[in-house]
């Protein structure tokens, strides 16, 4: 499984843009990028995904290198409520036999959200 | 309702004991999972089925035995309990057969163990 690399943390302030890097230099043709994140006490939740394109969902917006070795996960205006942490993890797109459609999580990136 | 829970949500037991924790999923889905996050955080995957059939045994003592009845279920049994087992264990489901590329994974709440 091709491995990322995020930061082990970063600040914002409450109301502004958060850009959250990942990089995946070794990211293969068939793996989409995802991004979950996991809020204290609760279990990781999907946040966006993407193969080659930027992506738009209502939680947040997924920026993709047009070499795809690395994005970034927008926060158009935190909230108090997206402190947490952020992982961003390979998932090959083809499944079979092989490929179970697990996600591994490296350490992901803690965000602090300042009032 | 809750598409993925498990049961108990707290588990304070002493070591040797034996002991179970439940997952059940209402999103019809086709594959379970249990992840184990230890006292750093890391998340690392245990098991996964798909369809009842063991998919991924990832180099887990055998004193864990996963367990599924049927697809919407998948337990998780601990023997002999060690105090390194204390972590908090989380289930996951997802739709892999049939989709390409998505097929996003939905987490329980986890369930809190610890070995005394």
């Known amino acids: 499984d091709a491995k990322t690399t995020q930061p082990n943390s970063m600040e914002s302030n409450e109301e502004e843009p958060v850009h959250l890097p990942c990089n995946h230099s070794t990211i293969s043709g068939t793996d989409y990028i995802h991004w979950y994140r996991q809020l204290p006490s609760q279990g990781p939740e999907y946040v966006i995904h993407?193969?080659?394109s930027n992506v738009n969902n209502r939680m947040a917006s997924l920026a993709i290198a047009e070499d795809r070795k690395s994005s970034t996960l927008i926060l158009h205006r935190a909230t108090l409520r997206d402190a947490a942490v952020y992982y961003c993890i390979l998932r090959d797109v083809v499944y079979g036999s092989g490929n179970t459609g697990k996600l591994i999580f490296g350490q992901g990136t803690t965000l602090q959200v300042k009032p | 309702d809750t598409a993925v829970s498990q049961t108990p949500k707290y588990l304070v037991t002493q070591m040797g004991n034996d002991k179970s924790i439940k997952c059940e999923q209402n999103l019809g889905h086709d594959t379970m999972y249990w992840y184990k996050q230890d006292s750093k955080k890391f998340l690392k995957i245990m098991f996964s089925?798909?369809?009842?059939?063991?998919?991924i045994n990832e180099t887990v003592p055998n004193r864990f035995s996963p367990k599924s009845p049927d697809k919407a279920h998948l337990n998780l049994h601990i023997n002999s309990l060690e105090l390194g087992d204390s972590a908090v264990y989380f289930c996951a489901s997802s739709q892999v057969k049939g989709r390409r590329g998505h097929g996003e994974l939905f987490f329980g709440e986890g369930s809190r163990l610890t070995v005394l």
């Open positions: 993407g193969l080659t």
């Open positions: 089925y798909n369809n009842k059939e063991l998919i």
